[in-house]
């Protein structure tokens, strides 16, 4: 093979030169490796893509987009933006792709920057029926420079009221709707979101960070044709690394670039850019399709087995990767379930469910996703343990060792990382 540039995974050097982070490293891998990794929005990313991101790109600075750039030496680092982009717009069928982002949040204010000035208003997902930090909360960005006016599920079905997203779009005028959430367990209906947009004169913005690895495997429907832009993070389902993209129509190119760079950021990672490049190919593999199709129906199995063990799925079920999970009929608190579920090395997180009664820092409820279970080759027979196994955790805290037994022999055969990476 000849020399490697891969510096990232030379472990033994690392080791040598500091014990104190490359014992981290190891004990992390053994963390994820050891436990049972529910978290919606998290996934096991590729070891080609770690190769990427352990490479010398990260030393090149390349500020602009190829072949415009501020800096001389760039002809390489183009090269593997020119692939990315095209790849996204292949995968996706979008008119342009910027994979500049640093992450979701970065991704999501460049696109504010491009459509909105401080002051004018938007219209997002409320933060407590699943809405994200960036859809309007009072400590972030979104919350403190815009005027941000909210709709949420209804009661009764759990679900987005498009007549109440519609009177609230026609009363306060938005310049900008954003669809997409962290915890709705549902399909969103993108064409009736356009046809408010329209209605109104508004943007369209579809932020698809948690779903857009389903879209990519074509397991759900995509927001591509309906969005004016769409955001997302590329290290949720999607599997790439850690980090942000925006897809737009030709006719935004313009403003979602220069909001990119320079308005919100300055140098690009470029390591991570050639990761999502990588990403993204392994997204257009028959491989990823079945990943895709398998993560939701892992979803579904999961939130079955938790409803036969009496804790209720909001709005009765999922069409994607997560299920977010009632527990007042057990009597636990979504804080308790946490830390009973992480007693038995099964990694959750406490959610508020709609309408909730407790506090968020408490929360009625957790949320369970299957993109890292499902990397690791587990299928429905195992959702159905998994299940069971939070039953007793969430339930019985005196059975969290047996519970750990049980989860130990799940990851003995499924193991995350099978092959050691190169030099660990
Ligand atoms: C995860 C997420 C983000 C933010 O991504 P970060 O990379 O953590 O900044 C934005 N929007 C939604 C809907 C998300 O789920």
Request: hydrophobic residues 45%; aromatic residues 6%; contains cysteine.
């Amino acid at each position: 093979m000849g020399e490697s540039p891969f510096w990232g995974p030379d472990f033994e050097q690392l080791s040598a030169e500091d014990p104190e982070i490359a014992g981290i490293l190891l004990s992390e891998l053994d963390r994820a490796r050891g436990g049972l990794q529910l978290i919606a929005s998290e996934n096991f990313t590729s070891p080609a893509v770690l190769a990427a991101l352990g490479s010398t790109l990260s030393n090149k600075y390349a500020e602009g987009y190829p072949g415009k750039r501020y800096y001389g030496g760039c002809a390489e680092v183009d090269k593997a933006e020119v692939i990315g982009i095209e790849r996204a717009k292949q995968l996706f069928g979008a008119e342009h792709a910027n994979l500049q982002p640093h992450s979701g949040a970065s991704a999501n204010l460049a696109a504010y920057g491009a459509f909105v000035k401080p002051g004018e208003t938007v219209l997002a997902m409320s933060l407590p029926h699943g809405g994200h930090l960036t859809h309007g909360s009072k400590v972030n960005f979104s919350g403190k420079w815009f005027e941000v006016v909210s709709y949420g599920v209804r009661e009764d079905t759990e679900t987005i009221d498009y007549d109440e997203v519609r009177a609230i779009a026609l009363q306060h005028r938005p310049r900008l709707i954003i669809c997409g959430a962290t915890a709705y367990p549902r399909l969103i209906d993108f064409a009736a979101f356009r046809q408010i947009a329209d209605e109104v004169g508004a943007i369209l913005m579809v932020d698809a960070a948690h779903f857009i690895g389903l879209v990519a495997g074509k397991a759900i429907p995509s927001p591509v044709p309906y969005a004016d832009v769409v955001t997302f993070t590329t290290h949720k389902v999607l599997r790439g690394p850690r980090g942000g993209m925006v897809l737009c129509k030709a006719e935004h190119a313009a403003a979602i670039d220069k909001a990119v760079f320079p308005m919100m950021q300055g140098g690009p990672l470029m390591h991570a850019v050639a990761a999502k490049a990588v990403a993204l190919k392994e997204a257009m593999s028959p491989d990823y399709q079945s990943y895709a199709a398998q993560v939701i129906r892992n979803a579904q199995a999961l939130s079955a087995e938790l409803a036969a063990q009496g804790m209720r799925p909001v709005s009765g079920g999922t069409d994607t990767h997560l299920a977010l999970i009632d527990l007042r009929g057990v009597g636990v608190t979504g804080a308790d379930a946490e830390v009973r579920c992480d007693a038995a090395r099964i990694t959750l997180n406490k959610n508020a469910i709609p309408y909730d009664p407790q506090p968020p820092t408490v929360g009625s409820g957790i949320r369970v996703g299957t993109p890292s279970v499902t990397t690791q080759g587990m299928g429905e027979a195992e959702m159905a343990v998994i299940g069971r196994l939070i039953g007793t955790a969430v339930t019985n805290p005196a059975a969290a060792a047996a519970v750990a037994d049980e989860v130990s022999d799940l990851v003995a055969r499924f193991p995350a990382y099978a092959q050691t990476p190169v030099g660990v």
